[in-house]
């Protein structure tokens, strides 16, 4: 009882010195359209969602994002680039396909595909080669195809197509399977020397024993691109995949 007492004391002193009710609020008498010389309020911006800290790409176009993948780029080393010292590239049944400077050997058999000085070009066949040379960046003796270059102007993928350059990536085909459709919403809208800029879509022709995991592997045709996507999206910062984006689905015909 003693502990009621304590609470509503402090209840009843407050209404005995006016601290009741608060009295009325006078109407307003002052001009209403004086109240239109006021901003407008300001509806808030409407933040678009974001995975990661990156624009959520199903907001805009829909399709299924499997996350961030590792990025890098290759290319499509010319021999008439290269000088010096002459090596021998070898077919798989280890017969001279052609003598090339060894800084054609060292590029090509990172890259996998390259062009001849004399015309055609040359693909990856088969690693583990007797008769080939060692390539100094992957330790591995590559033996190649000669190809028909009007057939194939930038070599052969692994699904046996043409590949072509910001069209084709290289992943692990049991992350994406080879024949399917990707969008990277970084690489939408990027410019290219002489060209449209990117739409962002790739499709998935090649593959490589580098490219393992959530790991995507971008042809870029030639080093100078490489370069400049370098610039704008530098390999390894990571990259947002997305599969059926309805944008993409003109790559399925390909």
Known sequence: ????????????????????????????????????????????????????????????????????????????????????????????????????PRGFHDAVCVQGSGSLKRGGTVSFAKRSCACAETCPRTGQKICYDALDAAKFPYGRGAAGTPIMPLVTVAAD???????????????????????????????VEDRGSKVQGDHVDIFTGRPGITKVLNERVPSNQGVTVVTEAPKCDRLKKR
């Open 1 to 100: 009882m003693r502990t009621w007492l304590w609470l509503v004391a402090p209840v009843v002193s407050l209404v005995a010195c006016g601290g009741g009710a608060p009295p009325p609020r006078e109407p307003f008498t002052g001009d209403v359209g004086s109240m239109s010389a006021l901003p407008p309020v300001q509806p808030m911006p409407v933040r678009p969602r974001t995975i990661g800290g990156r624009p959520d790409p199903t907001s805009g176009g829909g399709g299924r994002v499997l996350g961030t993948f590792r990025n890098t780029y290759y290319d499509f080393p010319a021999e008439g680039d290269f000088s010096g010292e002459t090596v021998k590239l070898m077919s798989a049944s280890c017969g001279v396909i052609a003598e090339v």
């Open 173 to 203: 085909p049991t992350v994406l399977p080879l024949g399917t459709p990707i969008y990277i919403p970084e690489l939408d809208g990027v410019p290219v020397p002489n060209g449209e800029p990117l739409d962002g879509c790739f499709l």
